[in-house]
């Protein structure tokens, strides 16, 4: 008889009680344990394996492990920069997601089951067997194929493999690209044992129909300027400064995506190296996301593309041709391609606006920014029959005009990312996007060059404008409980 997948005695327990509590009492009794001790990588761990082994992805993207898999970087991060019980409150959240899909009707109920790995007669006759499994839609045939092959070679080979059929279906679903990507990442932190067992459901999802799309605009922009065929440089230095700002220009500029990917290849054609190629892609990309006009706490996949991007770009292990298109897909995602349809007509924020504010200290201004934060208006949700449509209120310019101002006065970044990390903790709508999109800005502040770096904390605090208080029962229900 099949059995379900079973963890080590130290874990299985931890795992069972998010499964098993009842929604109604998870919040308050995962508090209890971590106020007992129990570690934030250890709940984590649990709550991640608890939503692998016990929820199945719906037909959409948002259910099942996706997005708590995806969000686990994120939240890893988030938990050092509070103080604190309040380190508590984003594992809360994590824990609350994962017994939430595990006890919906869409996702479950649902066990996944101990499988044999498949052999189909050596490496290259798994991985063909493997791409036969997507290309026929067979996600149970690729769990089984991809099992297979983590013993047997690199597990960066087993990635590169997943992502040579995640990164071209992107043009159909961001998702397909950011599971594999974001969930590795995840597990680098979590440890390599639950490697296995964390990335059967990205290999399930990678092979969901429609079929992988062929690329023959991008092919012929990789062969137009030889960047299959030419030593390209990798590592950037202070001589790209130049290009990468008018790389980057012409994407914050431009009014039609499909300019951004030729600019890309020109440049790497004519020198600029892969590295200074991803800092220009996310210099635009922060820029583009602050002329964006939307007010879907969603759509944060501007950023979190672009910062997951950079960071396989510098992978050693991944082939030449899945960094290239990393590098030349960034477009092409459904819930980033949608937002050339709902751009401001020139640069946000406005640097004139932001100048004429009133003189505030650091502390003020922080507090002045968080409360406009706070207060942004509510959305009429009756009138809002699709999320992708919604547009931001005028007030989330405000936010942004206060954050420029702090820029301005040179005030300090990590109070400036404190403070959005205490934001942040509040929402419970999104699927941690929130979270996801916290982490990225910060990651790309550190790894971006001067004058641009600071567009992305500006973004963050955008970001946050929109998200905040769309749903806030976990948060409330814990703040309640932390004070109690």
């Not at 089984?144 to 590169?160: F, M, N, R, T």
């Not at 296995?196 to 991008?218: C, F, N, S, W």
């Not at 672009?306 to 510098?314: S, T, W």
């Not at 903790?425 to 550190?446: G, S």
Request: one cysteine or more; glycine letters at 6%.
């Amino acid at each position: 008889m099949h059995r379900r997948v079973q963890f080590s005695d130290e874990i299985e327990p931890l795992v069972q009680f998010v499964e098993e509590t009842d929604p109604s009492d998870i919040v308050d009794r995962a508090l209890a344990k971590l106020r007992d001790g129990v570690t934030a990588r250890t709940m984590l761990t649990a709550s991640a394996l608890a939503v692998t082994r016990s929820s199945d992805i719906p037909p959409g993207h948002h259910g099942g492990p996706l997005h708590p898999l995806v969000g686990l970087h994120a939240l890893r991060h988030l938990v050092d920069r509070l103080e604190g019980e309040n380190r508590f409150l984003p594992i809360l959240q994590h824990v609350a997601l994962c017994n939430k899909h595990i006890h919906h009707p869409a996702m479950g109920p649902y066990m996944m089951l101990d499988i044999e790995p498949y052999d189909a007669g050596g490496v290259e006759a798994t991985k063909e067997a493997f791409h036969n499994a997507v290309n026929r839609g067979e996600t149970h045939m690729a769990d089984h194929c991809i099992l297979g092959l983590w013993d047997q070679i690199p597990a960066v080979e087993v990635l590169d493999l997943l992502l040579s059929v995640a990164i071209p279906k992107n043009v159909l679903d961001d998702h397909y690209f950011v599971f594999p990507g974001y969930t590795w990442r995840g597990i680098e932190w979590l440890g390599q044992e639950y490697l296995p067992i964390l990335m059967r459901p990205v290999a399930r999802y990678t092979a969901r129909y429609p079929r992988t799309p062929d690329l023959p605009e991008i092919d012929a922009l990789i062969d137009e300027n030889e960047l299959m065929t030419r030593p390209l440089r990798h590592q950037t230095g202070d001589d790209e400064t130049e290009t990468i700002g008018r790389v980057s220009s012409v994407m914050t500029q431009c009014s039609d995506f499909a300019d951004i990917p030729v600019a890309i290849a020109k440049a790497l054609g004519d020198g600029l190296s892969m590295q200074g190629a991803g800092e220009a892609l996310s210099i635009g990309a922060a820029g583009l996301f602050m002329r964006s006009l939307t007010g879907n706490p969603m759509d944060v996949h501007l950023h979190t593309s672009v910062n997951l991007r950079r960071y396989l770009v510098n992978m050693d292990g991944l082939s030449l041709r899945n960094k290239l298109l990393c590098l030349l897909l960034w477009h092409t995602g459904p819930e980033v391609r949608s937002t050339q349809n709902r751009l401001e007509a020139s640069s946000q924020p406005d640097l004139d606006a932001a100048a004429a504010l009133p003189y505030r200290t650091q502390d003020e201004l922080l507090d002045t920014m968080t409360e406009n934060i706070y207060q942004q208006p509510p959305i009429d949700w009756a009138g809002a029959a699709n999320l992708g449509q919604v547009r931001a209120a005028p007030e989330v310019k405000t936010v942004l005009q206060l954050a420029q101002q702090y820029v301005n006065n040179g005030y300090d970044a990590d109070a400036f990312i404190a403070r959005l990390a205490e934001i942040v903790c509040h929402d419970n709508f999104t699927e941690m996007h929130a979270f996801k999109h916290h982490q990225a800005v910060i990651e790309e502040f550190h790894n971006t060059r001067d004058p641009w770096r600071w567009s992305h904390l500006v973004a963050g605090a955008q970001a946050s404008a929109i998200s905040f208080g769309k749903n806030m029962e976990v948060y409330e229900e814990a703040i309640e409980l932390l004070h109690a």
